[in-house]
């Protein structure tokens, strides 16, 4: 063999040799891929919370404010109104030029009330109220009076047409914008830039100290002064220093804080000097910064609360907010009352003694369905956003504009804590959820909205030289048609009477012996349509008639993502039909649907409730439940269902109309209109005014496409674009502090908007409901199906067991007959009048001066010349 050949072979062995070798090492490093991963990741994370622990926290400032102005008082006027404000106190007095009636912000003799607590005396004197919160759910209220305005601590603003008052609401003292000490040189800065008069003032007002040649005179004084001003001022081993004398009054320091601020010195410099000033205590005392803008608008009074400039630290939150609580608030002496959105209205007169009784309290909207609850005793709503006082011969109304889904009405009478009546709005501002942290804590754990809605809190007061509340529900009517612009008044020459079929329930079935739940039909298409034809061929000549549970399950509808007609009731084809026939017999028909809630959907339904229910502030998912009558605790056994994303609610309703567009008809909302809740997804977070708006517009934009629409309950905001509401709470609940209940809303919208009561043959007494409907000038809402009423029962629907169309077809030709004979002439009238002539009778009125009288009593009643019989009605033309 030759050298080459063997050279040539060695040269192979090494080349397999190191191609195995390398082999092997990547094998190897293959297998410490994954380990090296992991403890790069591993080592990431503690290099993360390492280094996030250690990043020092920017501290928060909340900078309070100083009232600067030399005014005594600030004045705001126009050809209707003067506002007068006391510059010391901040409160107003507002005079209406026509009848020369004053308001005032604050009850006169506030502060000398005997019957009030000196905390209570402060709330009394001040303009705005609120409270902050802890992690805890410990809540702390704060006055202006007590907080802002003793401390000084606030400032007035006057611009061509308003006045704004900035408070600093907190236990803390005022302070100037003026350093505590300076070092030679910061000093030397700051005087070069005033003028000659404020370096004067400065040279004056400073000490100057040189810890290498302290004066004799000020060593005799304090033998220890070197080692104070070391302790004090530890910068005074490097630098001379000058320090504000102790001896500067209150009239000086503001004089400084002038020309400090000329020379550009900032709140932001005076911190930065306080760390050199170690004889200064420090305090994390809770702040709050909260402006207040007034201005007259024609005959209104706004006020305006910015919340962008609503400042706070973040470990107190601000919890609540009550502007001008005491406005025009009436005293033992006073005869009046208060107006509140209970139902349709209610009175509480002053001082009328029921000084038991709870307090008046009421949602605006109700219940924000995005706000977890553990139990349910009663839901509080008003469904308008307005309060009132009266003093018999003036009047006010308080209407609640911007943010006033966070607000809810309370009133109380004289005689609890102190000697007023009085009528305000509170916001919720931080809303929160309480965590169930079981055995880790002893205490509660809240999480609390981590920011504040965008926007403002708007209050608009509309004074009334009446002390009538006609007349203050025609104030409120001007208000509602110059806002929305979509009030006109109808042409009906009959009264309205809405007809709601029930198509199909849901009942569960065996199949294959798994219990699989499925629509139980109780009123089909063709079925409904000879109802309509039936009642229309007997006397009902102003129907609109509303299908309910015809589509994804029925009552119990699933998600409309695809709406998919019950083929038990007829398909889409008879539900055309019956369009049809509705429309030939000149009856508006309304397909109803659920555009807010999730009931019994589920994937195969589109909804998957991870990604399409809301979430509560606690980030969990908006699930809700029923609630026992008897525990008030969720029902055991009965199904929850969720609130879903606000985006996803709004698509639902565009979904729905856009399918009774193709279908030919008008829309009812089960839920819009009636329910208003936020959603608290942090990637997404909608607020409820936010929603509002938002439903608001795409109910304006239907309307001007001509759509009929049809909603429950009536929230104003809907109402105004609606041609028909149904179910509205005539009458509310019955507190006791309530003295009268009154139709103001309904004097609002009467001959503009149609709406009912509950329906006439399901609300338990149809008697009451009649008298009711007479006396609010409401339509009639019956609800029908064609099923008898065994069909209802093992279902979860006992509430239509008096649904039988047979069964009331007689009893309901009769009621709407005489109605309509008697009343029929009204519905395109405005409601002119109203009068409790009793505890039991009640007299309402219209434009032609008919008069309708109703008796609640047992007994008859003679009134104005006329006998209304017990339990009836009577009209008077």
């Not at 003026?178 to 070069?192: M, N, R």
């Not at 002496?333 to 009175?347: F, H, I, R, T």
């Amino acid at each position: 063999m030759s050298t080459d050949t063997k050279a040539k072979k060695v040269k192979k062995q090494l080349t397999e040799d190191q191609v195995e070798r390398r082999n092997k090492l990547i094998e190897g490093l293959k297998g410490l891929i994954f380990p090296l991963i992991l403890l790069a990741i591993i080592g990431g994370f503690i290099f993360f919370i390492v280094t996030y622990q250690n990043k020092e926290v920017e501290e928060e400032i909340i900078e309070p404010q100083a009232f600067t102005g030399e005014q005594e008082e600030y004045v705001l006027e126009n050809d209707d109104l003067i506002l007068t404000m006391d510059a010391a106190t901040t409160q107003f007095t507002l005079k209406v030029k026509s009848s020369g009636k004053v308001w005032s912000s604050n009850p006169e003799g506030a502060e000398g009330d005997s019957a009030a607590l000196p905390e209570e005396r402060k709330k009394l004197q001040s303009t705005l109220l609120m409270s902050y919160a802890l992690v805890n759910g410990l809540e702390t209220p704060y006055n202006t009076q007590g907080f802002s305005i003793e401390n000084g601590v606030y400032d007035i603003e006057q611009g061509d047409d308003y006045i704004k008052v900035l408070y600093s609401i907190g236990d803390v003292e005022r302070e100037y914008v003026i350093p505590p000490v300076l070092s030679e040189a910061d000093f030397q800065k700051w005087t070069d830039a005033m003028s000659k008069e404020g370096k004067n003032l400065t040279q004056d007002y400073y000490k100057e100290y040189d810890i290498n040649n302290l004066k004799k005179s000020d060593l005799k004084k304090n033998p220890e002064l070197a080692d104070d001003l070391r302790a004090n001022y530890p910068m005074i081993d490097q630098t001379i220093i000058y320090v504000l004398r102790d001896s500067t009054k209150e009239n000086v320091k503001k004089t400084l804080q002038k020309f400090f601020a000329e020379a550009g010195y900032t709140y932001e410099d005076l911190l930065a000097d306080k760390e050199n000033d170690l004889s200064e205590s420090t305090s994390d005392k809770p702040v709050f910064n909260i402006n207040m803008i007034y201005r007259l608008d024609g005959n209104d009074l706004v006020v305006e609360l910015p919340m962008d400039e609503m400042e706070y630290k973040s470990d107190y939150h601000l919890y609540t907010v009550t502007p001008l609580p005491y406005f025009g608030a009436g005293g033992k002496e006073d005869s009046g009352y208060m107006l509140v959105p209970e139902g349709g209205g209610a009175l509480i007169n002053f001082n009328n003694g029921k000084i038991s009784q709870n307090s008046y309290y009421a949602n605006i909207y109700g219940w924000d369905m995005a706000l977890s609850r553990k139990e349910l005793v009663h839901n509080t709503r008003a469904y308008y956003n307005v309060f009132g006082i009266s003093d018999g011969s003036d009047s006010f109304v308080c209407i609640l504009e911007d943010g006033r889904s966070y607000a809810s009405v309370q009133a109380d009478i004289a005689g609890k804590n102190h000697s007023f009546n009085f009528v305000n709005a509170v916001y919720s501002m931080c809303t929160r959820e309480q965590y169930d942290v079981g055995d880790i804590s002893i205490s509660d754990v809240y999480e609390y909205l981590w920011q504040l809605p965008e926007g403002s809190l708007v209050q608009r007061y509309r004074f009334i030289d009446s002390g009538e509340y006609s007349d203050m529900a025609v104030a409120y009517r001007d208000y509602l048609k110059d806002n929305y612009g979509s009030m006109v008044e109808n042409t009906d020459t009959s009264a309205p009477v809405a007809i709601e079929l029930v198509g199909a329930i849901d009942k569960v079935k065996q199949i294959v012996g798994v219990p699989v739940s499925r629509p139980l039909k109780l009123t089909t298409f063709d079925e409904a349509g000879e109802i309509l034809t039936d009642l229309s061929n007997n006397g009902f000549t102003n129907i609109d008639a509303k299908l309910t549970g015809w589509c994804n399950g029925g009552v119990n509808q699933k998600l409309l993502k695809r709406i998919n007609v019950i083929s038990d009731l007829g398909g889409k084809g008879d539900l055309k039909s019956l369009a049809a026939t509705a429309d030939s017999l000149g009856i508006p028909l309304y397909l109803n649907g659920v555009t807010q809630y999730a009931y019994d959907s589920h994937l195969v339904n589109g909804f998957n409730s991870f990604r399409d229910a809301a979430k509560f502030i606690s980030k969990e998912r908006a699930e809700l439940f029923q609630y026992s009558h008897i525990t008030y605790q969720a029902r055991e056994g009965a199904e929850s269902f969720y609130l879903m994303h606000a985006p996803l609610i709004n698509q639902m309703a565009e979904n729905l109309v856009s399918f009774t567009d193709k279908v030919g008809t008008g829309v009812c909302f089960e839920d819009n209109g009636k329910d208003l809740s936020s959603d608290y997804y942090r990637k997404n977070y909608v607020s409820r005014q936010a929603e509002l708006e938002i439903q608001q517009e795409q109910f304006k934009t239907w309307d001007s496409q001509g759509k009929d629409i049809m909603i429950n309950m009536g929230n104003e905001y809907a109402a105004v674009y609606s041609d028909m509401v149904t179910e509205m709470d005539l009458r509310g609940s019955e507190y006791t502090i309530l003295d009268e209940y009154v139709p103001f809303y309904q004097m609002a919208l009467h001959g503009y908007v149609n709406y009912t009561g509950p329906a006439i043959n399901m609300c338990g007494d149809p008697e009451t409901m009649m008298l009711y409907s007479a006396e609010y000038g409401a339509g009639l809402l019956f609800t029908f199906m064609k099923e008898t009423a065994f069909a209802t029962q093992k279902t979860l629907y006992p509430e239509y067991y008096g649904a039988n169309y047979d069964s009331w077809r007689d009893d309901a030709i009769a009621l709407y007959s005489r109605y309509n004979a008697e009343l029929g002439h009204t519905f395109n009238q405005e409601m002119t009048g109203h009068d409790n002539l009793s505890e039991t009778v009640s007299m309402t009125v219209y434009e032609d001066g008919t008069k309708v009288y109703v008796n609640y009593g047992y007994n008859d009643f003679d009134a104005d010349g006329v006998t209304v019989p017990a339990r009836d009605y009577l009209v008077v033309r």
